[in-house]
C-alpha cells in the first residue's frame, strides 16, 4: 500500500496500516517541503520509526511499484485531486480515498464520476471515497439499519461532534474563533465548510431509491455562550465555536433526508442518531457519537479487503460489503487483475 | 420467487414481497393440510386476496418452475431442512431461509455446511439463513459498526424482546405460562429455546477475527412477577413469562463475545444494544429495540437482490452486501446463470 498525503488523517492512517500484519506500507506521496525525504514513521510521530519508508513528492516513481492499494488523503475536493486519482488508477492500483466529495460524486459531479469510473474499468481497478463521515454514520450505517424496514419514507440523521479535541486544520476548517462576520465572509467563499454532506444525501436517496429532486445546504456559525479552549485555541464568548450544517434531499418541498451537522469547540453531549421513518420507525443511537479522526483512519484501513474485492469501476461505500481488517489477520484477500 | 412455508413469518414474508413491484411470487409450498390447495393470499389474510397461487404440498413440481429464488422458512433445525434446501438448490434456485441454524453454520454443523456449499457451488446458486436474529441485530450489525474500529477486543450485545405482541409460536417457544418445573424440562430437552445465538457467536468471532476457542449457551426462565396477559395468552404471577438466554464465545475462560437475549411476555423497556470493547470503545443502541416478526420479514425479502448478485456457495448475512428493496423499485439484478 502506498499512503497518498500525510497530513493528520494520512498520518493517522498510517499509523494504523502500519499495526495490521497484512499490510505493507511500500511508499509514502507528500508535496509539502517539510516532509519530503523524511521518514514516514518519523514525520507522523511513530514510536518505532524510522520505518525506512522516505516520503517523496516524486508521485510518478512511487506509482511506479504499482501497490495493490493507494490511500489517497490529500484534500476535500474532488476537482482539485482528479489528476492524483488518475495517476494511481493508472498506475493499476486501487485506491481508497478520503476525498469528501469523492464519497457519491455521481450526482454532485457527474462528468468527474463518469471519467474516473471509466478508467477504474479500464485498468481493473476499483476507487471508492470513504471515511466515518461521509463514507459511514450518516449514510452507510442509515442504508444499513434500512434492512430492518419494510419501507422508508424518510431519513433524519443528526450528528454532534465535539471539536475540542480534534486536529487543528478541522478546527480552523469550522472557523472555531473566528469573529461572526470573518465567518459569514468564509462561509460565503466556502472555505469554512465541512465536505461531504451532500454527498450523503445523494448517496442514502439513491440506496433507498427515495425520489430526492433537488439537494439544498446550509450553513451557520455555533456561536460561543462562554469562553472555551481547545489543545490549539482559545474561543471567546461570542466568537465562533464551530458550525452548524444542515443538508436537505427535497421532493416537492418536503424533506426526504435531512441531515444535520453540528461541530464545535466545547459540544458537551456528542452523539450520532439515526431515524428511518416509514414501516416500522426504527431509530439508532451512538452515544458520545463517532469519533472523526479515529473513526476515518479505521473506515479507510478496514475498506482495503473490501477494495480488493470489488468490481473494478467507480464503488461507494455503500458498495462494499462490511469489514474489520483484524490487527492480527495475516493476509489480504488475493489480488486479482482483470 | 417461490414461497417454502407458509407459517407465521413466512405469511408475513409472502405479505410485504407482494407490496414490492419488483417480485413476482410465483408459487407457495406447504405441508399443512389445512393450506394445501388454498389460495396463498387467502391464506395469509391479505386484503387483496385471492392472488391466483394455490398452497401446494408437492414440492418437486412447484420448484420445477425453477425459480430464481426460494424464500424458505420453516423450521429452526438445519438437520430438518437440509432436504428441503438440497432440492431447491438442485432446483437451480437461490435461497433465502430464515432457519436460524443456517445462519453460520460452519462451526455449529460444519458437514452440513459443506454439503450444502458445494451443492450450491456445483448449481451455480448462492444460499443464505438471515433474519433480523440471528443475520442482523445481534451479529450483522456489530461486524458492521466495527467498521469504525482499530482493534476490537470484545464483543457484548445485549437484546430485550416485548413478547406481549408477537405470534403465538414463538410465545409458546419461549415457555411463556409454563410453570417453572415445566419450564427446565422442556429446557432441558431442547423445546423451549430462542434458535441462533451461538451462531451469531461464531459469526461475529469470525468476521472480527476473534479466537473463541468454545461457544457457551445457557438458557433460564424469566418469572412474572405481576399478572401479564398477551393477545394470546395470560401469565400469572410466579409462572414463566419467557426466556433470558446468554450464550458466550470464550478464549481461556475469558468473554470475547457476549450476546444476552431476554424475550418475554410483558418485558417493558425493550433495547437492542452493541458494545465493541477496543480503541475506540463504540457503543449502539436502538431504543425500543427491532422488532422480531416484521424486522425478520423485512431482512428476509431486502436480501433478495443481494442473493441474486451473490458468489455461488452457502454465504452469510455478513458476506452480502447492505441493501434495502424498495417497494417502488421496477427491476431487480438479472439473475446471472453461472
Known amino acids: 500500500v502506498v499512503q497518498y498525503g500525510v497530513g493528520p488523517i494520512g498520518a493517522s492512517i498510517a499509523q494504523l496500516m502500519r499495526q495490521k500484519c497484512a499490510i505493507e506500507i511500500c511508499g509514502a506521496i507528500d508535496s509539502d517541503p517539510a516532509k519530503v525525504g523524511r521518514d514516514l514513521g518519523d514525520v507522523v510521530g511513530a514510536g518505532d520509526a524510522p520505518w525506512g519508508i522516505p516520503i517523496s513528492d516524486d508521485e510518478p516513481r512511487v506509482l511506479q511499484q504499482a501497490p495493490h492499494v493507494v490511500i489517497h488523503s490529500t484534500s476535500s475536493s474532488l476537482p482539485r485531486v482528479m489528476d492524483q486519482l488518475l495517476a494511481c488508477v493508472r498506475a493499476g492500483s486501487c485506491v481508497v480515498s478520503t476525498c469528501e466529495e469523492l464519497a457519491y460524486p455521481f450526482r454532485t459531479n457527474p462528468a468527474l464520476a463518469e471519467k474516473l469510473d471509466a478508467e477504474a474499468k479500464a485498468h481493473g481497478v476499483a476507487v471508492v471515497g470513504t471515511g466515518v463521515n461521509p463514507g459511514f454514520v450518516m449514510d452507510k450505517l442509515a442504508v444499513t439499519l434500512a434492512a430492518e424496514s419494510q419501507r422508508v419514507e424518510q431519513v433524519r440523521i443528526s450528528r454532534v461532534v465535539n471539536a475540542s479535541n480534534r ?172
Chains 1, 2 share one sequence.
Open 167 to 338: 486536529r487543528l486544520p478541522l478546527q480552523r476548517k469550522i472557523g472555531a474563533g473566528m469573529t461572526p462576520d470573518d465567518f459569514a465572509a468564509s462561509a460565503a467563499n466556502g472555505t469554512i465548510r465541512h465536505v461531504g454532506l451532500p454527498e450523503s444525501v445523494a448517496m442514502i436517496a439513491h440506496y433507498l431509491n427515495l425520489p430526492v429532486e433537488e439537494i439544498s445546504e446550509m450553513i451557520e456559525p455555533v456561536i460561543a455562550r462562554e469562553r472555551v479552549s481547545s489543545d490549539f485555541l482559545t474561543v471567546e464568548t461570542g466568537q465562533v465555536a464551530g458550525v452548524h450544517q444542515i443538508a436537505r434531499g427535497l421532493s416537492g418541498g418536503r424533506d426526504l433526508v435531512y441531515l444535520e451537522l453540528q461541530m464545535y469547540v466545547g459540544a458537551k453531549n456528542p452523539y450520532d442518531r439515526i431515524e428511518l421513518q416509514g414501516h416500522p420507525a426504527v431509530s439508532l443511537m451512538i452515544p458520545s457519537g463517532s469519533h472523526g479522526d479515529i473513526a476515518t483512519a479505521s473506515v479507510v484501513v478496514n475498506s482495503v479487503p473490501a477494495i480488493l474485492q470489488a468490481q473494478p469501476g467507480l464503488r461507494t461505500s455503500c458498495d462494499l460489503p462490511i469489514g474489520f481488517l483484524s490487527p492480527t489477520l495475516e493476509t489480504l484477500p488475493r489480488w486479482r487483475t482483470r
